[in-house]
């Protein structure tokens, strides 16, 4: 555990964050955060509680939500809150008209997701799996954004898009639903990101490392490896929203990119 510590300070080791360069960007700001009931997006939600904006808070635990909401409007943000399961069309629909009726809206932080972790072998029957991956992970962003780009286009928003290192690295064995979908909203955002740009919109995505969130909990091998805690990542998001980078990934990632290749042929070349 101690082991993990040391290396978690290393490996995690993010921007500096400044409270007072967030709250002076986002103030005032209409804040979209798509899966703001858990780990994530919980924590942004209650850091930006500290910013004096207007949060809109999207999940599908309606009493969770509430409760959130009661928290951080005891901070200085004012809290709007809608439950919504962003995979189907309906729901996904009303939301949008709910946020079209405010009218408003400066930054979306595209973060709601669902991960598994699952070899092919043991899927047969499952192909919900699939299609519940692209659902949330690819066409509720596209769907969302592409219905929300005019009042962003209006503020001369940002979009922070929350993906995964999954998405940079070589495709990896038992991730395949995961990370299909988490790259495929990646190539979508990076090939609509000069586009935004080119119409005052800031495109960010962060690519994260494994977070200690409800998310990696039913993966048994990830509670001893080392991982970001949930209010580093929220802080790193935070920065991201007064720095507007196009991207971060952790410092190490290029090393264990070239591993992932090495790895990756290993099995390829005994066929
Ligand atoms: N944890 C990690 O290691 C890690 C690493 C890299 C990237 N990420 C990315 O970070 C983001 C947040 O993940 P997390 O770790 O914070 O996971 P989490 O604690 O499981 O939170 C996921 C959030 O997404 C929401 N969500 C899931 N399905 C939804 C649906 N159908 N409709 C509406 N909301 C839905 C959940 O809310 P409800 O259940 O209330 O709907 C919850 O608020 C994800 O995009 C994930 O891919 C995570």
Known sequence: MKKNIILE??????????????????AGKTILITGASSGIGEQLAFLLGQVDCRLILVARRTEKLYAMKAEIEGMKAAVEVFSADLRVDRELGSFLDFVHKIGKLDIIISNAGKSIHRPIFQS???DHDFTRTMAINYFAPVRLIMSLLPLLKQSGGHIVNV?????????????????????????????AAPELN??????????LPLVRTPMIEPTAAYRTVPAMEAHQAARLIGSILYSKKRTWRPWWLWPVQAASIFVHQLPERRN
């Not at 300070?9 to 921007?15: A, G, H, L, R, S």
């Not at 290192?165 to 979908?181: D, F, K």
């Not at 080119?198 to 690519?207: H, L, Q, R």
Request: positive net charge; hydrophobic residues 40%; proline residues 3%.
């Open 124 to 126: 047969f029957g499952r």
């Open 163 to 191: 993906s995964s290192i999954n998405a940079l690295m070589t495709p990896m064995p038992h991730w395949a639903a995961y990370q299909a979908s988490k790259s495929a909203f990646d190539a979508w955002f990076r090939s």
């Open 198 to 207: 080119s119409n005052g919109i800031a495109a960010s995505t962060v690519y």
């Open 9 to 26: 300070k290393i490996m995690f080791k993010t921007n500096r964050f400044y409270l007072k360069k967030m709250q002076q960007e986002c």
